[in-house]
């Protein structure tokens, strides 16, 4: 909740923490799309180093990932 106006994640890999009878707030997210071209944007995304920035205390990218364009099929 609260973050649905301003966030999104690219999930490449089955986080069952992430499932809403799985998550610790109760709440989970939701699965509202998916990649169906430019899979390998993600995968250099992935690719890329990752240690503390901002809020987070690891994984979040050492040089920021700017997305300059999606688009809803």
């Known amino acids: 909740p ?12 089955d986080n069952g923490f992430l499932d809403k009878d799985q998550a610790a707030d109760g709440f989970g ?3 509202f ?3 169906t071209q430019g899979m390998d ?4 995304m992935v ?5 503390s920035g901002g809020p987070f205390a690891k ?3 050492v040089t920021p990932i700017v997305i300059k364009s ?3 099929a």
């Open 29 to 31: 997210y939701t699965v």
């Open 2 to 13: 609260h973050s649905a106006t301003c966030q999104f994640f690219v999930n490449v890999s």
């Open 47 to 51: 690719a890329s180093p990752t240690g």
């Open 33 to 35: 799309g998916r990649v």
């Open 59 to 61: 994984d979040a990218p």
């Open 70 to 72: 999606a688009k809803r």
């Open 41 to 44: 944007v993600i995968d250099a």
